[in-house]
DNA sequence: ACCCAGAGCATATGCGATCA
DNA sequence: TGATCGCATATGCTCTGGGT
């Protein structure tokens, strides 16, 4: 996922051009105001209601939020989606990170994921929309341990306790291609894939990181 | 440079399980 | 019994790399 092309797709969304600002005004600081549980709440809730089609859509939220300007609930959101981009690309070591924040409740809810595939999401055009994000190794590893401890059929736990950037349904089209390729091995033309790495290559991987995972109980 | 097969992700669809 | 949910599978689409 290239976290660029996120936040330039979500330009226009966070300022549309209907408004006109100074060209001082992305850089300013806002407020740094503190923003309590209750407080994330409210965003949630008025990110929910007013979608990004809303015109207007960031006075709304703020209007909806007491104490709240324009500029404190933008950043807000450029906060959140900055972190979620962290997350996904693995930057940010989840349990540490899921202590206190509105992106704990995101990623508690696997909202996160239906955050993923809208439109405004970490793809910046239609075809980004067909393409998909590629599986990385770590996540594809992720999986081979889920399988292990969960075993075939389970995506939800392995979605859940596993690879968490992925959908249930997202794990098992990947399982689905992963089985395919070892159906298809003694094959002679064949790439190498990400599918190559098996539960095989796991066991010496896992004995050397496990601690990566501490969430994993 | 072009073509094509293979790889990979997302989405659509059907079916069974669960619940009100 | 109908509605809803979750899973498995099929299909569509794009991208990539090798062959010519």
Redesign the pocket.
Same mark, same amino acid.
């Given at each position: 996922m290239v976290k660029g092309d996120w936040n330039l797709a979500n330009m226009e969304t966070l300022y549309p051009a209907s408004h006109t600002f100074n060209s001082n005004w992305l850089m300013q600081e806002c407020n740094s105001t503190i923003w309590t549980s209750e407080e994330n709440k409210k965003f949630e809730s008025a990110l929910a209601f007013f979608d990004k089609e809303t015109p207007d859509r960031w006075i709304k939220v703020a209007a909806m939020i007491p104490g709240k300007s324009v500029l404190d609930v933008i950043e807000q959101y450029k906060e959140l989606v900055s972190d979620i981009c962290d997350i996904e690309a693995g930057r940010v070591p989840l349990p540490g990170y899921l202590a206190s924040s509105f992106t704990f409740e995101l990623v508690k809810n696997r909202e996160f994921n239906a955050f993923r595939?809208r439109p405004l999401g970490c793809r910046s055009s239609d &075809?980004e $929309?067909? $393409? !998909?994000?590629?599986?990385t190794e770590d996540e594809h590893r992720r999986f081979l341990m889920g399988l292990q401890k969960h075993g *075939? !059929?389970?995506?939800?736990?392995i979605s859940r306790n596993f690879v968490i950037t $992925?959908t249930?349904? &997202?794990v =098992?089209?990947? =399982? &689905?291609?992963y089985?395919l390729?070892q159906l298809?091995e003694g *094959?002679e $033309?064949?790439?190498p894939?990400?599918?190559d790495i098996t539960t095989v290559h796991l066991t010496d991987a896992t004995q050397s990181d496990d601690c990566e995972f501490p969430w994993h109980d």
């Open positions: 595939k &075809q $929309k067909k $393409k !998909g994000v590629p599986w *075939k !059929g389970d995506w939800r736990n $992925k249930s349904t &997202q =098992a089209s990947h =399982a &689905q291609k089985y390729r298809s *094959k $033309k064949r790439r894939s990400i599918h």
